[in-house]
């Protein structure tokens, strides 16, 4: 079977995150990465290949993301993929989530594969309903936040934690399916796969390659517009203490119980 | 027509309170839209028509009722995919959870309209629902308008007031064709809940641990701490999923919500998903080794440092100090 993995590259956890004010966007500027809630997705993926059980020919990183994406890319690739794809095109900047999921779902169109794996969510954007709207493209089922996957016969049996408590779900192939980060310990990538993963080949698409209906995407197709920014209310900064002799910082927590009578 | 429709979840012949909370807000923006508030359901004999026609206490017009599976996106899709296209909704409208997230999304799909999510408020203006959503681990708010005829809102857990106004609503059975990928996912067990019953929403005192705890053992230092406290003992995701606490302690999005007098966050980053089932609480303490970590943004108290270190020595001083 196929599998192809969604992932994204979003700026570093260091990168103090912003909104450029101009254009209403995340600030992209910085050091990026990959996405670190993907890496359990190319796990996901290495642990069906290395199981046994289902064949898996080709495990496939896509991206969807402006020219310097590639880096996550590489390393999806260091961590297991054998190929990837980069979907890049000026006319797909600001797409919404719905117009990205649309997108997504073309490049995957053209690949056919048997299994979509994504991430629980975007380190950046806060979202978690990309495989939702991917899934409904494709008309595939779909399940988000899967802690727990047993493939067998064409079905993936996934355990994933809703609103009251544990679901256990049988989900038939082809589908799309995101993972939560406690499915897996995603592995380190080896120096040799690391070095290699330059060398594994990397498509580059552009919308009109994957047949994307350049009215739906981007600023202009998206139906949905963020702007209007401002500040929360602000709430009044609490006290830090850096712990540095623990006799001392346990006395003053014990005093703040006190003063605020929080001790039995 | 600029009217709302709202997904109503449940279990058990139960209509969840957050889906409550999406009917009392779904009829106040109706109401200034000039339209009516509508509730979709689906799943089985559970749901009686009694139980269904009380939503219009909390302003529902009409409640559509489709059979179905429970608990499961797609043919929810179908059925409001359906019934915005006959009626001609100008919104579709969730309370917080995780369901809904995966319900407006989809539907964004299917429809080709907007969707927001984790939105906090909404507002009206030019005759059009505005959603506002947090932004950035909440250091900003960020407006969505919408284009198109149709505006998907999924609201932040707790987000909407449930507000009970009297009266009954009109209870329609509803035959929907669903898609045959909708069917292709199979409930096999629905909310199944994971070791041992621990009640936590009656503390007033609740001591949290994270995945910085290191191990399911880690949990002892926080019962004891609780224990000198007079508090219970409470966990994030992370450490449930892991096996490490049961899932009746879980704070967050899909667990409880509380808001004790002291919340102790022991090795817990302060994500939004864990934050929005505690930020009310009254006195809020933190250690965390990482002062970056989010959850000193929204503590009183803020202790930068190995709770391996602290925590033991903090109930022995508290414990020296009840026996003194
Ligand atoms: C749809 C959805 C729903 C979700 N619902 C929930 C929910 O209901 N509840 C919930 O909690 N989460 C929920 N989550 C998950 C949430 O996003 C976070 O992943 C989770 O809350 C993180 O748990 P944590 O803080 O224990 O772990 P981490 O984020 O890994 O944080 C561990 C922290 O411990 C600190 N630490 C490590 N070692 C030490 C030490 N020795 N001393 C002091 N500090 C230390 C680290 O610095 C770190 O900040 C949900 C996510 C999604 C996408």
New interface residues.
Partial sequence: MKICVLVKQVPDAAVD???DPAT?R?DRSGEANLNPYDTHAIEAAMQIREGGVTPVEEIVAVTMGPAGSERALHKAVSLGADRSIHLSDDALAGS???AT??SL?KVLESENPDLVLLGQQSDDG????????????L???????V?KMDLADKVA?CER????????????LP?VISV???INEPRYPSLKAIMGAKKKPLDVKAAADVGIDAG?VGVDG???????????PS?E???????ED??E???E??A??EE?K??? | MSSVLVYA?H?DGVI?K?SLGAISEGTRVAGELGGQCDVVVVGGADLTDETLAALGNYGASKVYKVDGPE????PV?DAMAQLIKTNGYSNALFGG???G??????????L???????VTAIRVENGKAVAE????Q???????????DV?II?GRINAFEVKETGGTAAVEQLPVDF????L???????????GADVNIEDAS?LVAGGRGLGEAEGFKMCDDLAE???GAVAAT??V???GWFP?AGQIGQ?GRAVAP??YFAAGISGA?QHKVGMQGSE???AINKD?NAPI???????????LN??LP??TE??AA??AG
């Fill in positions: 995150k912003r909104i209403g995340l919404d989530v719905a999921g649309y779902a806060e979202c978690y309903t990309i495989g939702a709207v991917v899934a409904d493209h008309q595939m089922p779909s399940l988000t936040q802690v049996t934690q809703a609103e009251y408590g544990y679901d256990t779900v049988a989900v038939e589908a939560g980060d406690a739906k998206s139906q949905v517009s963020c702007g209007d920014f401002k500040a929360p709430k900064s609490g006290r830090i203490i850096e712990d623990t006799n910082t346990v006395a927590i014990v703040w119980l605020r929080l001790i039995a | 979840l279990k969840n957050n608990g499961l996106s797609q899709i959870g995780l369901l997230f995966e319900i407006g999304a989809g539907l964004a799909a299917r080709e309209a907007g969707v927001t999510m984790e959503r947090p932004i950035l909440d250091s900003q708010i960020s407006t969505s308008t919408y284009r198109g505006g999924i898609s045959p990928f909708s292709k996912a199979k409930m096999v067990t629905r909310g199944e809940q994971r005192v000198v406290l007079g995701r992370a449930v999923d892991a899932y899909t007098k002291l939004i006195n809020i303490i002062s000193f943004e929204f503590s009183d108290l803020g202790i930068v440092g190995d270190k602290i020595k903090l001083a508290l100090k009840k």
